[in-house]
């Protein structure tokens, strides 16, 4: 089974950028489609976006569509969200995700519970 671990969160401006980074080991990147999530405060968690697992198909909340950008390098076993023109409503903590189970990436991430290995998520903060 993969595991994942995410990195690159931190405290960032209104309108300023980040990029997180999703870790695979344990297992190759290459045969898992995988998501990008967040939960806020009293908030239930939310998919973000996801990426096929040749990163041919991608998936975009309709509130980061033209903000946010995944992508994939699976040579070096990592997924990326790069994230522009941050407002504070971004802030949560970022979780990756993945299915065992081969999943399409809009309904991997319309429904989070459908997947079953998680990182141990990474804190965005965007200050106003």
């Known amino acids: 089974q993969v595991q994942l671990v995410e990195s690159g969160g931190g405290l960032v401006q209104s309108g300023g950028s980040l990029r997180l980074s999703c870790a695979a080991s344990?297992?190759?990147?290459?045969?898992?489609?995988i998501g990008w999530f967040r939960q806020a405060p009293g908030k239930e968690r939310e998919g973000v976006s996801c990426i096929s697992s040749g990163g041919s198909s991608t998936y975009y909340a309709d509130s980061v569509n033209g903000r946010f950008t995944i992508s994939r390098d699976n040579a070096k076993k990592t997924v990326y969200l790069q994230m522009n023109s941050l407002k504070p409503e971004d802030t949560a903590v970022y979780y990756c995700a993945t299915s065992m189970v081969p999943r399409a990436v809009q309904l991997m991430c319309v429904h989070p519970s459908l997947l079953d290995s998680w990182g141990q998520g990474t804190q965005v903060t965007v200050s106003s």
């Open positions: 344990g297992s190759t990147l290459d045969d898992y489609a």
